[in-house]
Every structure is written in structure tokens, then in C-alpha cells.
């Protein structure tokens, strides 16, 4: 059962639909207690956007880095075992596998750095908070960021600086399987995205966090 959970298809739409069923009934609940002054549900609305918009940009990235390595999903990502024998696979098969891997890599990375933004953005006596459209406008800078930092390591991967994080890296380049330059490329690019996700959030939340003290300084003076 947890095998099934944790590593299919079905056990991931489970998690999803568990997960966002766990935040409506909360949602609800502050709803009929509070009436129109509730806030909980426009709070979850920032996190469903932020979770559509990292599932989206993993879907893209990994049909992009598919055409880049073909190898390192079928090998690296274990889809031979889904796709056959045959090598290389048929593209339309393999781009379809790489987008749903992409949305499971994804979509928990989503809901990290919406939760990072709400906390930031959570009630303190004499901070006033940002409206959520307002966080919703910083989700294309940590994007931007994971765009940025993904197509550095891309570089430093074709052109081997990253081969010497592991052994099999090394091994592979030295023997020169699997077209080891577009290996690492797509690796490296999967590896700043991440990078630059986390420093997006992080550079998001110093800012919210800023400027919530600007705003709160400017009320006090006034």
C-alpha cells in the first residue's frame, strides 16, 4: 500500500486529491465561522496557484530536457521499465513519462514555496500584510529564478564541471556512455532549477518580509 502511495501514478492523483480535499474542508470551516471576513480560503488559493505553476514549469522543463537526454529519463529515471526495450524509445512515449515525472517532482516543490510565502506574509501586530495578488506577483521572479539557475547548471553540466559530484558521473563521462555531455546537461538543469527555486522563495520571503516593515514604519510615522 505505501509502495502504491508513494511511487504510482494513482498514489500521487491520491496524495493530490487527499491534500486538497484536507484544505477545503479547513477552508469551509473557516468560512462558517468567519463569513466574508475569512481569509483561510484565498490563502489556499495562493497555494493552488503556486503548486499549478511549479507542476506547469516541470511538465515544460522535462519535455525540453527529454529532447536534450532521452537517456537520462530512460536510464536515470528508470523509464525502461516503462517504455520497453527498445532503444532509443519512441519520443512521444518518452516526452509523455518525462511530463508526468516532472509533475511529481514538482508539485510538492509548489507547495513548499507558497507555504514559504504565506508565513512570511502571516499577521503580526504592527506589520500590515500584502494582499495575495500581491504574492501571486512574485511567483513568475521565482520562476524566473529557477529559469535562470537551470539553464547555468545546464552549461556547467554539457561541459563537464559537474561530472565530479558523483562517481557514476565520472565513470559515465570517462567511458562516455550515454552521451554523457547531454546527460549532464539535462541533470545539471534539473539541479539549478531546484537551486534556483529554493533561492527564489527564499529572496521572495526577505522581501515580503521587508516590505511589510517598510509599510508598517511608513503607518507609524503617519
Known amino acids: ?19 486538497a480535499a484536507i484544505f477545503g474542508v479547513l477552508a469551509f ?19 493552488l496557484i503556486a503548486v499549478a505553476a511549479a507542476v506547469v514549469y516541470g511538465a515544460i ?9 532521452w537517456e537520462y529519463f530512460y ?16 519520443m512521444s512515449r518518452l516526452r509523455w513519462e518525462a511530463a508526468k515525472v516532472g509533475v511529481r517532482a514538482t508539485w510538492t516543490a509548489g507547495l513548499i514555496f507558497g507555504v514559504v510565502l504565506l508565513i512570511a506574509n502571516n499577521p ?12 501571486l506577483r512574485i511567483l513568475p521572479v521565482i520562476l524566473l529564478f529557477a529559469i535562470v539557475c537551470g539553464a547555468i547548471g545546464g552549461v556547467l ?13 565520472e565513470d559515465m563521462w570517462r567511458a562516455n556512455y550515454f552521451r554523457p555531455r547531454r546527460f549532464m546537461c539535462t541533470w545539471g ?14 529572496s521572495a520571503a526577505i522581501w515580503i518580509v ?12 503617519s
Open 75 to 90: 536510464y536515470g529515471k528508470e523509464l525502461h521499465r516503462v517504455l520497453g526495450d527498445a532503444t532509443p524509445p519512441e
Open 157 to 169: 553540466g554539457y561541459y563537464g564541471a559537474l561530472r565530479h559530484m558523483a562517481a557514476d558521473f
Open 189 to 202: 538543469v534539473h539541479l539549478g532549477g531546484y537551486v534556483g527555486g529554493f533561492l527564489g522563495t527564499a
Open 210 to 221: 521587508r516590505t511589510r516593515v517598510r509599510r508598517g514604519s511608513r503607518r507609524r510615522g
Open 29 to 47: 470551516v473557516d468560512f462558517r465561522k468567519n463569513g466574508r471576513s475569512a481569509t483561510r480560503w484565498r490563502e489556499y488559493g495562493v497555494l
Open 124 to 135: 503580526l501586530r504592527g506589520l500590515p500584510r500584502l494582499r495575495n495578488r500581491e504574492l
Open 61 to 69: 522543463n522535462d519535455q525540453i530536457t527529454a529532447m536534450i537526454s
Open 1 to 19: 500500500m505505501l509502495h502504491w502511495l508513494l511511487h504510482t501514478d494513482a498514489g500521487l492523483f491520491t496524495r493530490i486529491a487527499i491534500g
